[in-house]
């Protein structure tokens, strides 16, 4: 009815069911234990609810691997010793 009245307000990708999960999926991030997200949502089991949290895991998961950079440069994780090469030759001659 509201999208009725003003359809600029609603989106056509909004329907009731997008709602309900927007709120499951808030309730879980926040904190709110499976059951009484399972109970809110009127489902029989939890098995039904758990797709929430799968789902989430799944973003946060997504989220970290679009977030991750490489910052440092391969030649830097070497260690300081690592780069000295006389050390290096040296500590190889021992095993002779």
């Known amino acids: 009815m509201a999208r009725q009245v003003n359809p600029g307000l609603i989106p056509d990708k909004i329907s009731c069911?997008?709602?309900?999960?927007?709120?499951?999926?808030?309730?879980?991030?926040?904190?709110?234990?499976?059951?009484?997200i399972r109970d809110l949502l009127g489902h029989v089991s939890t098995q039904t609810t758990d797709v929430?949290?799968?789902?989430?895991?799944?973003?946060?998961?997504?989220?970290?691997?679009?977030?991750?950079?490489?910052?440092?440069?391969?030649?830097?994780?070497?260690?300081?010793?690592?780069?000295?090469?006389n050390l290096l030759d040296w500590l190889k001659s021992l095993q002779r």
Not at 58 to 75: D, F, G, I, S, T
């Open 17 to 36: 069911h997008s709602l309900r999960h927007f709120k499951a999926m808030h309730l879980l991030q926040s904190g709110v234990n499976l059951v009484y």
């Open 52 to 85: 929430y949290a799968r789902a989430d895991s799944k973003q946060k998961r997504e989220a970290l691997e679009k977030a991750y950079l490489n910052l440092v440069p391969e030649q830097a994780n070497k260690c300081e010793w690592e780069k000295n090469q």
